[in-house]
């Protein structure tokens, strides 16, 4: 038995030959189990001369419920607890409906779950044995369970802040007295779909085993992504992604011979033909020296976000001399006048299926290089469109709304930001000479924190002045919710729309005291919904920019945006 062969690839690739060379002399009665996780790079020989067995969670709700009440809850579970034995056994079921919940919402994607989990029987199983033997004790204390449920069990093996909150919102909402009461149900209270026959999704309290797995029959063959918590929209995410991934796995599996068929252009020719189109409309590089000068004039480096226009610029000066070195070399390969290296293939390769090269995105490390777009002329506009940026802000000063997609580093800029508005506090009580111990009156950077607030246009042009203080955003897309400019408030997306534009955002800096004490004010007392953004459509800390505190009504309070998968993202290419 060898476990866990990921991790040792290159014995896998010698496992191959030996076995080979082994199958001549050994027992016909002899047999050799390896377990692995999916790896790309796993010997495709081994593969095929073994009999592969994989064990995943069933696919849908009614085969999840239904295989936990077939091999972990039976006859004898459901009669283990007396006092109480109603409560338990509608707990039970709830605990199983959940598990099935978390597990399938991660077909989904990144609106499902920031990273795909692998939850298993065993997290339900230690949370109902759990359960079991707290009702031993007595009554239940509700927040002892949310906690060993969402904090213990399943948030043991949560690593991201946000999941956190969403499996805790989830235990929140399914897992309290209500669970227990007359005519609790999983269903959303107004759908926005007609769920399949119009069931009902009801706790149960059976005392047969039978008669559990009989109604779990009854279960629709097709899940609404409104019983997960999500917008209906979120099963057309889902079927994008499944067919994205088709075609991707297509793609790759096509041939990649050179020349043509016929009388039509050649591989190279098209290559060339679109490296010359790039080259010509390629911003041109930029000389340190004089955006030093320039930066200089517009107040130097001792200026924070001068400090971050001049890593940026940095940085995509690095990109332009890649992209236009590489251009260049891949039409001397072509011609013959140097050698074609393996870099210079895939590239060809990539802009033939006008796809960007990996060597444009990511470093030797792996480390991201540019900016992560698949299409390479979306990419392509988008170095423009950042350049535009770049050069704008050297020659005319700072612009008055800001393009935050165009950053490499978006948080770096926003952290400029606030160290600005900090030092114009500071500043002030200095010249006031005031010196006080009230916490409402600090600002270091330790003790405040970002205060937003969308405006009313969204177009660019018509913001004709900078804020006194902070900055204006632009270039930000709301997934899973939309926004209303009249109300102010978030709203249901409109059928078949996966993103909507989020008006220009003012984002500045605030006491942490005095901040919190005034959304109460502002937002109600169910408060706002506090929004991550994203750079791209990968939510991850890596990816990870900064929340937005968005209104929302009281029926439709934060809670219900967080299961909704509510976010901002930057790129949603």
């Known amino acids: 038995l060898l476990q866990n062969a990921e991790l040792g690839l290159d014995l896998m690739v010698i496992m191959e030959e030996y076995l080979t060379k082994l199958a001549e002399t050994m027992d016909v009665n002899f047999r050799l189990f390896i377990t692995a996780l999916p790896d790309a790079a796993f010997p495709l020989g081994l593969l095929q001369m073994s009999t592969k067995v994989t064990n995943e969670p069933p696919a849908g709700l009614k085969a999840g419920v239904l295989k936990s009440f077939s091999t972990i809850v039976d006859q004898d579970r459901l009669e283990r607890v007396d006092t109480g034995a109603v409560q338990w056994r509608q707990l039970l079921f709830a605990l199983c409906f959940l598990h099935s919940v978390v597990q399938e919402r991660r077909k989904f994607g990144p609106l499902g779950w920031c990273i795909p989990y692998e939850f298993n029987a065993g997290d339900l199983s230690a949370c109902i044995l759990f359960l079991e033997k707290h009702l031993y004790n007595g009554s239940i204390s509700w927040p002892t369970f949310q906690y060993m449920v969402s904090e ?30 007359d005519g609790f149900s999983f269903n959303p209270k107004h759908a926005l779909q007609k769920i399949s026959d119009n069931f009902v999704y009801r706790v149960q309290s059976f005392d047969q085993i039978g008669l559990y797995q009989t109604y779990i029959k009854g279960f629709p063959e097709v899940d609404s992504p409104e019983i997960f918590g999500l917008h209906p929209n979120a099963d057309l995410t889902f079927r994008v992604k499944e067919v994205t991934a088709l075609f991707n796995t297509l793609g790759d599996t096509q041939p990649k011979g050179g020349g043509s068929s016929g009388d039509g252009p050649s591989r190279e020719d098209i290559v060339i033909e679109k490296a010359d189109e790039m080259l010509e409309k390629m911003p041109e590089q930029y000389n340190e020296e004089d955006y030093k000068a320039k930066i200089q004039k517009l107040g130097g480096l001792s200026v924070p976000l001068n400090i971050f226009l001049y890593q940026e610029i940095q940085r995509l000066q690095a990109v332009l001399f890649k992209v236009i070195n590489m251009l260049q070399q891949t039409k001397l390969a072509i ?219 009281a029926e439709k309070n934060p809670a219900f945006w967080t299961l909704r998968g509510a976010a901002l993202l930057c790129n949603i290419d």
């Open 152 to 181: 213990a069990q399943y948030g043991g093996k949560i690593t991201d802040t946000l999941d956190r909150r969403l499996l805790k919102t989830y235990v929140n909402v399914w897992l309290n007295p209500g669970t227990c009461a």
């Open 335 to 553: 011609n013959g006048e140097v050698v074609m290296t393996e870099d210079l293939q895939s590239l060809i390769n990539s802009i033939f299926e006008a796809k960007v090269p990996k060597m444009w995105l990511h470093t030797v490390a792996g480390d991201e290089f540019s900016w992560l777009i698949i299409s390479l002329g979306n990419w392509n506009t988008s170095l423009i469109a950042r350049d535009d940026q770049m050069r704008g802000w050297l020659t005319g000063g700072r612009p008055n709304v800001y393009w935050l997609t165009g950053f490499f580093n978006p948080q770096g800029m926003l952290t400029a930001m606030k160290q600005e508005v900090c030092r114009k506090h500071l500043k002030e009580q200095a010249s006031k000479r005031i010196d006080s111990k009230d916490p409402r009156d600090s600002w270091a950077l330790d003790d405040i924190m970002y205060h937003t607030e969308v405006q009313h246009t969204e177009k660019v042009d018509h913001v004709k002045n900078q804020p006194s203080e902070g900055c204006y955003i632009h270039g930000l897309s709301l997934e899973g919710c939309a926004w209303s400019r009249d109300g102010q408030v978030l709203l249901e997306s409109e059928p078949k729309t996966l993103f909507v534009a989020l008006p220009i955002l003012l984002v500045t800096a605030n006491n942490k005291v005095v901040e919190m004490e005034s959304r109460k004010g502002v937002f109600g007392a169910h408060g706002p919904y506090d929004c991550p953004c994203y750079k791209y459509r990968t939510r991850t800390d890596r990816f990870y920019i900064f929340s937005v505190t968005l209104k929302c009504t």
